[in-house]
């Protein structure tokens, strides 16, 4: 039944106006004697500024890694970590501490007006941070906390599973500590951390916002000159390539959704198939308007919210793609999901659906430079990676050039079915039999 | 001597208003600091409108929303605001419906087409409605069943807080509900509510104004006029006795509690219920904040803790009734009545004793940087200015909240915490069942 009459005369969709060239904001860069670069980029659309500093972190030891990142903000010699936050919120600021194998990570947004003393207050903590052992201790147990909590969301159940698999032996095959790990983290081992490896050397200090950049790079070198320390550089080992095999099946008794988890080979952000790839990850489950998501959540209603995406890491890129789908459907859902991969890995996209990806692909970088907080993330994410803003400009020239022929050559090359690896976290007792009709089955406990 | 205060920066986005003659309310606010733009239609119905028996009707309505209309076939929304560069997405509050782009500024017209055509009228087919009933479901399940702490505490709150339908309603839905809803239920919801004099049309951006109204005239000027329906009168009186529930989440691992109370109506009466949202703040805002302090740092009986207006989080997007939330998640064995004696107590500390030198004036000026950095995304101007058109005639107020946050005293404050007595509260109490 449909209640809408379609009109004798249709409306003609408007065409889009005249394309605007990508624009880049004004930028400065600077690299300190002490080794600590800063990148500072004009926005001054409101009366703030972002920042965010990437440390390189490589093979950390993974609860002391997480554990500082958790207490780095927990006192200095001069102020308490409430003293910090209050200082901080003086002048609109905030800071906070993340950790990945790849950087430590310290983010923060304050008032223009406060960018000296948000500056100061970073630089005493760089510095002077002190892992106060009542603090060390309340932070360790609220981060055993937050392990349990994690393990029992199947997201991170699902992520975890997918890593150990992919990585193997490599950093990134495990990602969050044991709860064990962490209460046997005490604060000396934290400040011989910190000493070691908090350093300005390799690290870059990124500042977006109501700026003026050579004065914002003047302010973080009055800042940040005394910030000392040369540790040797670590290197992460190259990611290992993808290694096909059964389907892992970790089992999630009583779970009423499959997560299904599959990995794919990609390539980082300046090799020449990479604009290529990502326009093939959209037409296949990149965006909304994928192949992917029109099939198994517009047509057949499995899921709610598929996706994939090409994730950078300093040591190699992975394409995952997620789907969380309904259980008496997972083999059903894995078998579209197959057919999708394997029709764009064997058959030539169509001309259409390409500019449709390649627009989308275009707009977004728009888009996600158009605010303080995008750039600044973006700035950071790839200076971590050796890039800068310029880079954008040349990764849009690719995007604008790459053919039918050139997404149909690196999706059978990146996206076979036949390379993927695939785990799925779910109820193994109702859903081993779907998936083993499909694939060689593996079952694990959780 | 009290601590020097930071000023408080404002924002001066410009604004033009109007209405079409059919009753379509239009919002513009210019910038041309980059060149994108944001597209808000918000429609003046949330959950608290779906009828009884129809849970979660709404947010499947508004899942509807995007299923193709008079000139547009399923997938081609989607398509055509992607293949211009832009994203989309709709959400479903208490009392508003929001469908939004954002986008490169050449896409303008193309995204006021999309946003008439479907409110000139959606496809409504039984295929359409079958197929998002089941896409809804895989929401509801990777949202609320399939986690710990799913909906917590907004769905398992207002039952506790609220006795009449509309207020204490699960609105994701029940499964029974949405499994009943039915082509003509979406017809008449469509015909009721979704009029062009119940809609607010913003854009925010990279806008030439007088352009821009040409368009939205040629797009907008032959939606069918009908008018707002009349809002139902959804006030309760207020809890004089103190209601807690509890109930076990069989994934859960850690036991977690959520209290609220009623505050001013956030409409009738904003210079009362101000106060509160600062309040909010002062109490939760970072380890230098009231509770974080107490229960987190000196006694450990919280490792986590959240304060908030409004159960769905959005402080100038909600009428009334609505209430000040604060929100804890506990170690093992972590006691609930310790930790919301101990919220009484610091409660009872503010009022008596008020605030310390400085600590109101570095919450607001927290506060505006946080205010400032949402309307720093195009699209948070046009959302926010369609929601404030909508429900108070008053978009301008975007520009002037940093403001008004930062002229709440530290007497209205202490007088706000003062109400927010045990015997007003509603709280529920998460039981882990999933404890290893």
């Known amino acids: 039944m449909t209640t809408t009459i379609v009109p004798a005369t249709p409306r003609v969709l ?33 009366p703030l500024v972002e920042l965010r500093l990437w440390m390189p972190f490589g093979r950390a030891h993974l609860a002391r890694g997480a554990m500082l990142s958790q207490t780095l903000l927990s006192g200095t010699a001069t102020h308490t970590a409430t003293q910090i936050a209050a200082e901080l919120q003086k002048v609109g600021g905030g800071l906070s501490a993340g950790i990945d194998p790849d950087r430590l990570m310290l983010s923060g947004a304050g008032l223009v007006t406060g960018l000296g003393r948000m500056l100061e207050i970073l630089a005493d903590v760089l510095t002077g941070a002190t892992y106060p052992t009542e603090w060390v201790d309340t932070e360790r147990d609220r981060l055993v906390d937050r392990i349990q909590v994690a393990q029992s969301q199947p997201a991170h159940l699902a992520r975890t599973a997918l890593l150990k698999r992919i990585y193997g032996r490599h950093p990134y095959a495990v990602q969050t500590p044991e709860p064990d790990q962490v209460r046997a983290v005490r604060p000396p081992v934290l400040r011989r951390l910190h ?89 296949f489950g990149g965006y909304f308007s994928s192949r992917w998501t029109e099939n198994i959540r517009e047509d057949k209603g499995y899921t709610y919210g598929p996706h994939s995406t090409v994730e950078h890491s300093v040591a190699g890129s992975v394409l995952v793609a997620s789907a969380d789908v309904a259980t008496e459907v997972t083999g059903p859902a894995l078998l579209e999901t197959t057919y999708e ?20 692909a275009l707009g977004t970088l728009q888009l996600g430079m158009s605010t303080q907080a995008g750039l600044a993330s973006l700035t950071s994410a790839y200076a971590g990676n050796g890039l800068r803003l310029d880079f954008l400009a040349e990764h849009a020239a690719r995007l604008a050039k790459a053919t039918v022929a050139d997404v149909a050559e690196v999706a059978a090359r990146y996206l076979a079915p036949a390379k993927a690896v695939t785990v799925v976290l779910g109820d193994a007792d109702r859903v081993e039999g779907q998936l083993s009709a499909l694939t060689p089955v593996r079952r694990e406990p959780a | 001597m009290p601590t020097r205060r930071a ?80 994203t989309f997405n709709g959400s479903t509050h208490l009392d508003y419906t929001d469908y939004y782009e954002t986008l490169p500024a050449n896409a303008l017209e193309r995204a006021l087409f999309l946003e008439a055509d479907r409110m000139r009228g959606p496809r409504l087919t039984e295929e359409n ?22 909906g ?63 368009l939205i005239e040629r797009h ?60 909010a703040e002062v109490l939760t805002d970072g380890d230098a904040s009231r509770l974080v302090e107490r229960l987190v740092q000196r006694d450990r009986t919280v490792t986590g803790l959240g304060g908030y207006l409004s159960f769905m989080g959005d402080p100038f997007d909600v009428r009334d009734p609505t209430a000040l939330l604060l929100q804890a998640h506990l170690p093992p064995g972590g006691d609930v009545d310790k930790v919301l004696g101990a919220i009484d107590e610091e409660l009872d500390r503010l009022a008596a004793d008020g605030l310390t030198d400085g600590e109101l004036a570095r919450t607001q000026a927290r506060m505006a940087t946080h205010l400032l950095r949402d309307t720093d995304a195009v699209l948070g101007r046009a959302l926010r200015m369609a929601v404030l058109e909508q429900q108070r005639g008053e978009p301008g107020l975007l520009n002037e909240l940093p403001r008004l946050v930062g002229e709440v005293t530290e007497e209205q404050v202490r007088a706000a915490a003062a109400t927010l007595r045990p015997e007003r509260r509603a709280a529920v109490e998460v039981i882990p069942g999933g404890a290893r």
């Open chain 2, 220 to 279: 907008f000027g032959d939606v069918p006029a009908r008018p707002a329906p009349a809002r139902p009168d959804f006030t309760e009186p207020e809890l004089t006795v103190e209601r807690r529930h509890a109930y076990t989440d069989a994934l859960a691992p850690l036991p977690a509690v959520a209290g609220a109370w009623r505050v001013p109506d956030p409409i009738d009466d904003f210079t009362g219920y101000l106060p509160y949202v600062v309040l």
């Open chain 1, 341 to 360: 991969l394997g029709r764009l890995a064997t058959l030539m996209p169509k001309p259409d659906e390409l500019e449709q990806a390649r627009q989308y």
């Open chain 2, 129 to 150: 409605l079958r197929n998002q009933v089941d896409v809804v479901k895989e929401e509801i399940r990777v949202n609320v069943l399939n986690r710990p702490y799913g």
């Open chain 1, 14 to 46: 408007p065409p889009l106006g005249p394309t605007r060239k990508l624009k880049l904001p004004k930028q400065a860069e600077r690299t300190l004697p002490n080794g600590l670069t800063v990148i500072a980029v004009r926005r001054p659309a409101v």
């Open chain 1, 195 to 283: 000493a070691e490896r908090v350093h300005p050397a390799g690290a870059v200090l990124v500042l977006v916002g109501d700026v003026q950049p050579e004065r914002a790079l003047d302010a973080a070198e009055l800042a940040l000159a005394g910030w000392r320390g040369d540790g040797q550089q670590i290197d992460l080992p190259p990611a290992p390539p993808l290694e096909p095999g059964p389907l892992l099946l970790v089992d999630r008794p009583g779970s009423v959704q499959s997560s299904l988890r599959i990995a794919l080979p990609a390539v980082p952000r300046t090799h020449p198939d990479h604009a290529a790839l990502q326009l093939a990850n959209l037409l």
């Open chain 2, 7 to 86: 000023k408080i920066p404002a924002t001066k986005y410009p604004i033009e208003r109007f209405r079409l003659d059919n009753g379509l309310r239009v919002v513009l606010t210019p910038d041309r600091s980059a060149p994108v733009i944001g597209v808000a239609v918000v429609y003046d119905v949330g959950i608290r409108s779906e009828p009884e028996g129809r849970t979660g009707f709404a947010h499947l309505f508004e899942h509807l929303m995007f299923q193709g209309s008079e000139n547009l076939e399923k997938l081609a929304h989607f398509r055509h605001v992607q293949g211009a560069g832009g």
């Open chain 2, 152 to 214: 917590f505490p907004w769905l398992t709150l207002p039952p506790v807080m609220f006795d009449t339908f509309p207020n204490a309603h699960d609105g994701y839905g029940s499964f029974d509900d949405l499994e009943s809803a039915t082509v003509a239920d979406a017809a008449d919801f469509f015909r009721r509510y979704y009029a062009s004099g119940n809609a607010v049309l913003a854009v925010s951006g990279d806008i030439d104004v007088a352009e821009a109204t040409t």
